[in-house]
């Protein structure tokens, strides 16, 4: 006769009993893996963050973790509460929108200085990924046969902005491709004493590229990749003072969602996806495309 716990067993008993306690502790081992299987990647409404969402669900699903994408979560009030709230456990945003949004009182506009500060001013139980090359950043781009074409930054064009009729895009199909005049007056003013008194609204990209082109306005007011593949062909004056806050792709997380493995792969997101190919992306995607082809090809052609 043994001892176990303080009560005479005979026998074998005590292995066998320690053998039931290791088979429960396993079990609910198992039903924590299982519990935590699946990593839902949240998206809002527009064009963007859903092909940015397939993008990393399919880098996170490569470190052979089960993923669901979940799209159409409204604003981004809306997919930050779903991913407080656990219905999901991955966004894809951008540094600056995040870092107004925690911090409105922040005046970083460098991309490593909004990193860091989106850092300090997350909520507990939120963490982010290192940032993509990727961006989105408001730009200025002006007529390259308008009375502004020989200039190269905001620094030269500011000056004489206040004589540019200014374009701006108001798509209600897409939120992410447009700007607000405020916005970039309370930007532009203080740091370049610029100040626009004209401005003209279009749909959409593509008539403000052709109003840009054919004189009908001076400037345009574009976001670098969610205005599409035709940012690429316009003359974006330099932000030489940075103005634009840094606006770069990143994965806001629950703390805990991740293992290592798929941590690792988003940062391979981070280091090759450009604001080149998400722009390229989200024009595949406008024209027709499935957003989750059109993240899988990318992916394919990085690995992931």
Not at 75 to 80: A, H
Not at 153 to 179: K, M, Y
Not at 208 to 234: C, H, M, N, W
Request: some cysteine; overall charge negative; glycine content about 10%.
């Amino acid at each position: 006769m043994s001892r176990w716990n303080g009560v005479s067993v005979v026998g074998s008993a005590p292995r066998v009993l320690t053998a039931a306690i290791v088979a429960l502790t396993l079990a609910g081992c198992a039903a924590d893996t299982q519990e935590r299987a699946t990593v839902v990647v949240g998206a809002g409404e527009n064009v963007t963050g859903v092909v940015l969402a397939h993008i990393y669900a399919g880098a996170v699903r490569s470190a052979g973790v089960t993923v669901a994408v979940k799209e159409d979560l409204g604003e981004r009030s809306d997919y930050l509460a779903a991913l407080d709230g656990g219905e999901v456990s991955l966004v894809p945003d951008f540094t600056g929108e995040l870092l107004h949004t925690f911090d409105s009182l922040s005046g970083a506009t460098e991309a490593e200085d909004v990193f860091v500060d989106l850092n300090r001013s997350l909520p507990e139980g939120l963490s982010v990924g290192d940032y993509a090359l990727a961006e989105d950043r408001v730009a200025i781009a002006v007529s390259p046969s308008g009375p502004f074409a020989v200039a190269s930054s905001l620094s030269d064009f500011a000056p004489s902005c206040s004589d540019a009729v200014v374009g701006i895009v108001e798509n209600s199909n897409d939120a992410s491709a447009g700007t607000e005049p405020l916005d970039i007056g309370m930007r532009l003013g203080p740091v370049y004493g610029c100040s626009f008194t004209e401005f003209m609204v279009y749909p959409d990209s593509d008539s403000a590229v052709s109003g840009l082109d054919s004189g009908e306005i001076d400037a345009l007011a574009l976001r670098t990749a969610s205005f599409g593949p035709l940012a690429a062909g316009l003359s974006a004056l330099d932000d030489d003072e940075s103005a634009f806050a840094a606006q770069n792709v990143v994965p806001l997380m629950r703390d805990g969602a991740l293992d290592d493995a798929a941590f690792a792969a988003l940062s391979v997101v981070a280091g090759e996806l450009t604001t080149a190919d998400l722009a390229e992306m989200i024009g595949e995607v406008r024209s027709g495309e499935n957003s989750g082809d059109v993240a899988a090809r990318w992916l394919g052609e990085h690995n992931l």
